[in-house]
């Protein structure tokens, strides 16, 4: 009698947090990137031993320019992870091993650049790349249904798209409410967030959160947390002003020199290795948001499946991957219970 009435009170407390808009857990996630290859559960249990609970799966759609209105995806030419039978079986082997899922179609201009920066030349351009978004998006939205998928983010890093068009977004976001019926967000590059004109018609504020926080060559941990006593006041004032909670649908940084600087470069020129700075400035990251209950949690950028073969200690890249940062997400993911 005495356990069916804590199992009672249990299920009365979560739903008054549920009423509340309270959170239990964290949303631990990685980005599992997309390969030319089919996964399986050896290449499962590496994010299972991290103690992540979720993966972004992320398909691509690909445009010539940043000026050219048609998005070529889901064809034979891409690999199988960034297609749709890729994508469904990527889901569903993460499913199968009880790993939430955000489905997360992204865009890849031709020679790598800024999708932030798209503008279509002309009207008639714009429609036609709205069309060609909207049947990406939809697309995936669709099969994110049917795939009982947790979280799908609407877009990532489209700054001129979203500015430029915002009534476009409104009706997308009212046609995938109709063909899907969990959660969405958008990933807003972190130098645009601010502005984005649709978070109060999704459930939650997603940032790529590559946030400039130290300058320094070797930052420490009291470095970057001093970083971020300019944006973290910011990012929760908008959380309050829309009443939605805050989701990092990308963070990471790269086990290089000067790590906190410009954490979106990328580039293969920075080449002084240094997992240290990255693993102060990932602890500080968690020691600034992982305990607000306006925070609901991220994607590490990023996770290759093939977890033998990437990363170390030579890397210069955001992988956590067999360097030292990963004991301290796997330490940090593991608080969820």
Known sequence: MRSKIAKYLSVILCFILASCGGQTKKIDGVSFVASRDAIDAQHIQPVINLNANYASVMPFGFIRDLKHPELIFNTERQW????????????KVLQDHDIQVMLKPQIWVWRGEFTGQITMASEADWKTFEKS????????????EQLHVSLFCIGTELKNFTHERPQFWKDLISKIRVVY????????????????????DLDYV????YFPVSDKKMPSVEDCLAGWEKYKPEIKALSDQVKKSVLFTEYGYRSVDYTGKAPWVSDRNMKGVNVKAQYNATEALFKTFWNESWFSGGFLW??????????GENNTMYTPQNKPVEAL???????NG
Do not use: C, M
């Open 80 to 91: 199988f992870g960034e297609r749709v039978e890729g994508v469904k079986q990527y889901i």
């Open 302 to 311: 990023k996770w290759f499946h093939d977890h033998d073969r990437v990363g």
């Open 133 to 144: 978004y909207s049947n990406f998006i939809l697309t995936y939205a669709k099969l994110a």
């Open 181 to 200: 019926k969990g959660k969405l967000t958008y990933a807003a590059n972190w130098n645009e967030y601010e502005t984005v004109p649709f978070w109060s």
């Open 206 to 209: 997603g940032i790529d959160a």
């Open 329 to 335: 997400i796997k330490k940090q993911y593991s608080l």
